[in-house]
C-alpha cells in the first residue's frame, strides 16, 4: 500500500490549508486502518491532527478541533485534511497514513504512511 500527500508548500496566516492523500496499490485491506492525519512541527514530537475510523465518528485532536475537517473520498482512495486560519505555529511536516491503532505518539513503524510533504506558513 503506498500513500502520497499533496498540497501546497507554502499558505499564508489565516488562510485554509487543504492537503489530499491518494491511497495506491498493495493487497492488504484497508478496512480496519484508522485514516489518519499526522504532522511533526520543527523541533517537536509527531503528533496526531485525526483520523478516520474503519467505524465510528472522526477524531480530531482537541487542541485543533475548532478549525480541523479530515474527510475521505466516496472511491475510498483519497483522503482529506483542511485546517482553517493556519499561523506560522502550523508550520510543520504533514503525513497521511493508515494507522493499525491510535493513542500515544504515533509510531512511523506502524501500518503504512506517506513520506509527508512540508508545509511552511508565512506571510
Known amino acids: 500500500v503506498q500513500l502520497r500527500e499533496s498540497g501546497p508548500g507554502l499558505v499564508r496566516p489565516s488562510q485554509t490549508l487543504t492537503l489530499t492523500c491518494s491511497v495506491s496499490?498493495?493487497?492488504?485491506?484497508?478496512?480496519?486502518?484508522?485514516w489518519s492525519w499526522i504532522r511533526q512541527p520543527p523541533g517537536k514530537e509527531l503528533e496526531w491532527i485525526g483520523y478516520?475510523?474503519?467505524?465510528?465518528?472522526?477524531y480530531y485532536n482537541p487542541s485543533l478541533r475548532s478549525r480541523t475537517s479530515i474527510s475521505r473520498a466516496t472511491s475510498g482512495d483519497q483522503f482529506s485534511l483542511q485546517l482553517d486560519y493556519v499561523t506560522p505555529e502550523d508550520t510543520a511536516v504533514y503525513y497521511c497514513?493508515?494507522?493499525?491503532?491510535?493513542?500515544?505518539?504515533?509510531?512511523?513503524?506502524?501500518?503504512?504512511w506517506g513520506q509527508g510533504t512540508q508545509v511552511t506558513v508565512s506571510s
Open positions: 497514513a493508515l494507522t493499525p491503532a491510535v493513542g500515544g505518539t504515533p509510531n512511523p513503524r506502524l501500518g503504512f
Open positions: 496499490g498493495g493487497s492488504v485491506t484497508t478496512n480496519y486502518y484508522y
Open positions: 478516520i475510523p474503519f467505524s465510528g465518528t472522526t
